[in-house]
């Protein structure tokens, strides 16, 4: 089993920057597309940014594309979503998550939850008004 664990996450003002950062078990890791969700208080946990295993691909939902960039270091088994620009709406929880299988480059299901199968226990990030 990969095990995900997220860092970076904190409080700052409408405007800030953070970097969030997921570090994962494993020797595979290299070969696993990686994603970030997010979940605000009272709402669906929902898709945030993909990464293709060898990075030469980047997904973004449409509310954080150009504020957000998602990066991943395999020689160090570790992806990172550097968030700037922060708005009060991008508070949540945020969590890395893991998708082992072998995806065509069609592919378009990388916003769903259930296309990931390991989960990170999520950080916090709140970007206050």
């Known amino acids: 089993q990969v095990q995900l664990v997220e860092s970076g996450g904190g409080l700052v003002q409408a405007g800030g920057s953070l970097r969030l950062s997921c570090a994962a078990s494993?020797?595979?890791?290299?070969?696993?597309?990686m994603g970030w969700f997010r979940q605000a208080p009272g709402k669906e946990r929902e898709f945030v940014a993909r990464?293709?295993?060898?990075?030469?691909?980047?997904y973004y939902a449409d509310s954080v594309k150009g504020r957000f960039t998602i990066s991943r270091d395999n020689a160090k088994n570790a992806m990172y979503l550097q968030m700037t620009s922060l708005k009060p709406e991008d508070t949540g929880v945020y969590y890395c998550?893991?998708?082992?299988?072998?995806?065509?480059?069609?592919?378009?299901?990388?916003?769903?939850?259930?296309?990931?199968?390991?989960w990170g226990q999520g950080t916090q990030a709140t970007g206050s008004s």
């Open positions: 998550a893991a998708d082992p299988k072998v995806r065509p480059y069609s592919f378009t299901d990388y916003s769903k939850i259930s296309a990931y199968e390991y």
């Open positions: 494993g020797r595979t890791f290299s070969s696993y597309g």
């Open positions: 990464i293709s295993p060898g990075a030469g691909r980047t």
